[in-house]
């Protein structure tokens, strides 16, 4: 199976900046096409972003609203989300996930996941 540990989370105000990264440990990580979603209290797990394992293919969900871009690094095992201007309604623990399924924007494809990181944004 594969680990997976999220970083970089914390509080920041409306407009500010976050760069959350995923560490994968286990199965060869360049293999699995990865993901982010975030889950608010109260609320569906909803999907953020995905990568394809040649990072030649990159979703988006409405949330991101063109100001969060995922990247990997399969060298170093890592994959990325810049979030920018960010604003309260992105606050939730946000996961990081694994799959080799090529369904990626469904929760229900990714059997792999990490603990999540908090991301609180304060008006």
């Known amino acids: 199976q594969v680990q997976l540990v999220e970083s970089g989370g914390g509080l920041v105000q409306a407009g500010g900046s976050l760069r959350l990264s995923c560490a994968a440990s286990?199965?060869?990580?360049?293999?699995?096409?990865m993901g982010w979603f975030r889950q608010a209290p109260g609320k569906e797990r909803e999907f953020v972003a995905a990568?394809?394992?040649?990072?030649?293919?990159?979703w988006y969900g409405d949330s991101a609203k063109g100001r969060f871009t995922i990247s990997r690094d399969n060298a170093k095992n890592t994959v990325d989300l810049q979030m920018n201007n960010l604003k309260p309604e992105d606050t939730a623990v946000y996961y990081c996930?694994?799959?080799?399924?090529?369904?990626?924007?469904?929760?229900?494809?990714?059997?792999?996941w990490g603990q999540g990181t908090q991301v609180t944004v304060s008006s």
């Open positions: 996930a694994a799959t080799s399924s090529g369904r990626t924007t469904y929760r229900s494809s990714y059997p792999y």
């Open positions: 990568i394809r394992w040649s990072g030649g293919n990159i």
């Open positions: 286990g199965r060869t990580f360049s293999s699995y096409n």
